[in-house]
């Protein structure tokens, strides 16, 4: 008689792997989403970046120099920040410049330092969540590996007491599979 690797402590160890298959293909499905969301984020604070520096143009000129400084640009580049990283600190320059200088805000374009609060939050809390996200697969993953392992392990040793109890020909070597 299976003394240790019992039916029941068998088909738990498989339950589990099922759960945690199941855990970590729900988080890698959910990486998905907030990749996408931060994708929306960052692309809505790009169109506001670029809308904002034309409305800033006829006030600091068309040139880089040391009045867009201010505004988060560096004294020699008005380009567009390459990394996500570096947009979203635009952004929040950006509400910081029109929280200073409300004149020069566009209300009609929502070229505002509301509007530049708004999308610096969206897109910082869009990242975070996506790293979060990212952080919970690689823990569903461990968990669903750990799962299988501990299967693997259980079925080793259900095998290992059924080599004690039948003898290589006995037949319910042919039932177990």
Not at 3 to 18: D, G
Not at 57 to 86: C, I, K, N, R
Request: avoid cysteine; glycine fraction near 8%; charged fraction near 20%.
């Amino acid at each position: 008689e299976v003394k240790q690797n019992t039916e029941v402590a068998v088909r738990w160890a498989i339950a589990a792997v099922r759960t945690a298959e199941l855990n970590f293909a729900t988080a890698k499905a959910a990486k998905v989403t907030l990749t996408t969301a931060v994708t929306v984020a960052d692309s809505n604070g790009k169109a506001f970046i670029g809308t904002a520096q034309s409305v800033l143009v006829p006030f600091l000129g068309s040139q880089p120099s040391t009045a867009w400084v201010p505004v988060g640009y560096p004294a020699d580049s008005l380009g567009l920040p390459p990394s996500q990283g570096e947009r979203q600190a635009l952004l929040d320059d950006l509400k910081d410049y029109f929280t200073a200088n409300p004149t020069r805000e566009n209300a009609p374009l929502v070229i505002t330092a509301t509007q530049a609060g708004l999308l610096f939050t969206a897109l910082s809390d869009a990242r975070s969540a996506a790293n979060q996200g990212n952080t919970n697969a690689v823990t569903k993953k461990g968990l669903r590996d750990g799962a299988v392992r501990a299967l693997r392990k259980r079925m080793r040793g259900l095998i290992g007491e059924l080599e004690g109890l039948l003898e290589d020909d006995d037949a319910r070597w042919y039932a177990f599979g």
